[in-house]
């Protein structure tokens, strides 16, 4: 079963726009992670927030954290083409798995 | 450090045939997982590895399934009898998880390009 819901769906943006996607969660976690996974390819993994955190930054990402909502927020800022793909939180409550939502997928217009 | 390597990239079967899939991970990592991924969908975990064990494989579908890691290196993904319920996306991905215990483990996994089954 997949524990991560993300919201929205499907998200259609300019570039340079700010994308905004979330995810929420059912039960405790460790740490949750976000990963990018272009068309049909492997998931690359962009940023980890350990549960004691509440936001964290990386390049034009920033992740925030609300454990007593049990939800996460994925920012990318200044949108480009290249970040057309689809994006995934994925929980780490137990140390050997990862549970995957089923995913945003974010369209970047030129 | 070439990353996580799959192989084949695409198979295509008929029903009732036997595959197998080949993942080669990160030399240094000691941990191996398998997912399941479906349109639409996020990858679904199926088994994983550390080092040569097989820590956790009730996940696997069915007895179907079976996946290998004998020296603690490459692992081979097994399906058996494969019907067209199979067909999906088929990824690997490894990491290095040093210490133990919750809370103290960043588990960052980094992916092959996956296998792509076609059961006709």
């Known amino acids: 079963s997949q524990q991560g819901e993300e919201d929205p769906q499907a998200l259609s943006i300019q570039e340079g726009e700010n994308a905004t996607m979330n995810c929420s969660y059912k039960?405790?976690?460790?740490?949750l992670q976000w990963y990018r996974q272009n068309s049909g390819r492997g998931l690359v993994h962009l940023i980890l927030?350990?549960?004691?955190?509440r936001e964290k930054h990386s390049g034009r990402l920033r992740v925030t954290l609300d454990t007593s909502k049990k939800s996460s927020s994925l920012l990318i800022t200044a949108s480009r083409a290249a970040d057309t793909a689809s994006y995934f939180c994925a929980t780490d409550g137990d140390d050997y798995k990862l549970s995957f939502g089923a995913g945003t997928t974010v369209t970047v217009r030129a | 450090d070439t990353g996580v390597s799959q192989n084949p990239r695409h198979k295509i079967t008929k029903r009732g045939q036997n595959v197998t899939f080949r993942c080669d991970p990160i030399?240094?990592?000691?941990?191996l997982y398998w997912y399941r991924q479906t349109l639409g969908q996020g990858p679904e975990f199926l088994t994983y590895?550390?080092?040569?064990?097989?820590?956790?494989k009730s996940r696997l579908l069915s007895d179907r399934f079976s996946a290998e890691r004998p020296k603690g290196s490459f692992s081979t993904l097994e399906i058996q009898r494969t019907e067209q319920g199979d067909s999906a996306m088929y990824l690997c991905a490894s990491s290095l998880v040093l210490g133990q215990g919750t809370g103290k483990v960043e588990n960052i996994q980094y992916f092959g390009a996956g296998t792509r089954l076609s059961v006709l």
């Open positions: 030399s240094e990592h000691n941990r």
């Open positions: 590895f550390q080092n040569e064990a097989q820590l956790e």
């Open positions: 039960t405790s976690i460790n740490n």
């Open positions: 927030i350990r549960s004691n955190e």
